[in-house]
C-alpha cells in the first residue's frame, strides 16, 4: 500500500515538473537554492511560500521526487530548476550576479542586520545536517542566523524560508524585476 502511494507521489511530482515548465518567475529578484532537504513535505510547503512571496524561481540541488500536494498548484506557478551539485546552481547563480547567503542557525550576521542586495539567492540546508559539504566548502557565501529567543535548536526550515523572503520582500517592498 504505501509502495503504491509512494509510486502516485512520484507520478504526481512528475506531472506536476511538466507542468511547470510554464510557469512563470515571480515579480522579486530572490531566489531560494534548497540544498538536499529530505523530499517531503518542508520542500513543498516552501515552494507555496516562495509563489507567495515572488520568488523569481527555486533551485532543488539533490532532491528527488517529493509529493506535491502540500504545495497547493505553487509547483505550477514558481519556476523550479533542479541540479545534482551544489557546485552547479552555485555557478549559474554566480554568473548571473546573484549574492549567495547560507542560513544557519549560530552565524554572526543576523537576518535583521543584513542588507539584502536586490539579487539575492538564500541558500537552505538539511534540517539535521545543515548546507552540503560542498556548500560549506564556498567562501563566498554570506552566513546568516534568525535570531531566536527559545532553547530550541533551530527553526523548521520551511518556516525558516518563509522568514527570509518575507526579510527580502520587506527590504524590497514594491520592486519589481520587470
Not at 515552494?47 to 515572488?54: H, N, P
Not at 545534482?84 to 546552481?89: G, I, K, L
Not at 537576518?111 to 548546507?131: I, N, Q, R, W
Not at 529567543?149 to 524585476?177: C, H
Request: aromatic residues 8%.
Amino acid at each position: 500500500m504505501s509502495r503504491q502511494r509512494y509510486r502516485s507521489a512520484e507520478e504526481r511530482f512528475r506531472r506536476e515538473l511538466q507542468r511547470n515548465l510554464l510557469a512563470r518567475p515571480g515579480r522579486h529578484a530572490f531566489i531560494l537554492v534548497l540544498d538536499g532537504l529530505k523530499a517531503g513535505f518542508n520542500v513543498a510547503k516552501i515552494l507555496r511560500s516562495a509563489e507567495i512571496f515572488g520568488a523569481r524561481e527555486v533551485h532543488l540541488v539533490n532532491i528527488g521526487p517529493f509529493d506535491p500536494a502540500p504545495a497547493k498548484g505553487a509547483l505550477r506557478k514558481v519556476p523550479v530548476r533542479r541540479f545534482d551539485s551544489f557546485a552547479e546552481s552555485h555557478a549559474e547563480l554566480r554568473a548571473a550576479g546573484y549574492r549567495l547567503f547560507v542560513l544557519e542557525s549560530g552565524k554572526r550576521t543576523s537576518l535583521c542586520e543584513a542588507v539584502l542586495p536586490e539579487k539575492t539567492a538564500f541558500v537552505l540546508g538539511h534540517e539535521e545536517f545543515g548546507p552540503s559539504p560542498a556548500c560549506r566548502a564556498r567562501d563566498d557565501l554570506a552566513g546568516l542566523s534568525i535570531p531566536q529567543f527559545g532553547e530550541t535548536e533551530s527553526l523548521n526550515v520551511s518556516v525558516a524560508a518563509g522568514i527570509v523572503m518575507y526579510e527580502y520582500v520587506r527590504q524590497w517592498k514594491s520592486s519589481s524585476t520587470e
